[in-house]
């Protein structure tokens, strides 16, 4: 499960770079999908990087590729979303998602982008102003 919240959002200026952060807990030894999300008021939820343990493998929207990167702390309880060259369009709220999932190895590349996600973390916010 996601314990507790999300931390690391904060507000910065276009340009500049974050680093959020989601403690996991149960999922050592099986196989998962760890996901960030991000959503606006009013808007529907969208996802923004996915990875799946054990092989590792990871899912980007494209308006985040080459910006963004999903990662894993080596005692693999934490999960990072490195965010680099920040823009206006990036301000939302940020959350964490993890399951255990029944397949193995990864079925397609979006398989975690796509997951039906029962644990959620409370959310940070991230502000980019230009």
């Known amino acids: 499960q996601v314990q507790g919240a999300e931390s690391g959002g904060g507000s910065v200026q276009a340009g500049g770079s974050l680093r959020l952060s989601c403690v996991l807990s149960?999922?050592?030894?099986?196989?998962?999908?760890v996901g960030w999300f991000r959503q606006n008021p009013g808007k529907e939820r969208e996802v923004v990087a996915a990875?799946?343990?054990?092989?590792?493998?990871?899912y980007y929207v494209d308006s985040v590729k080459g910006r963004f990167t999903i990662a894993r702390a080596k005692n693999k309880t934490r999960v990072y979303l490195q965010m680099h060259s920040l823009n206006p369009d990036d301000t939302a709220m940020y959350y964490c998602?993890?399951?255990?999932?029944?397949?193995?190895?990864?079925?397609?590349?979006?398989?975690?982008?796509?997951?039906?996600?029962?644990?959620w973390g409370q959310g940070t916010q991230v502000t980019v102003s230009s």
């Open positions: 149960g999922f050592a030894g099986l196989p998962h999908c």
């Open positions: 998602a993890a399951d255990v999932v029944s397949w193995s190895p990864i079925v397609s590349d979006s398989a975690c982008a796509t997951y039906n996600y029962k644990s």
């Open positions: 990875t799946y343990t054990p092989d590792m493998s990871t």
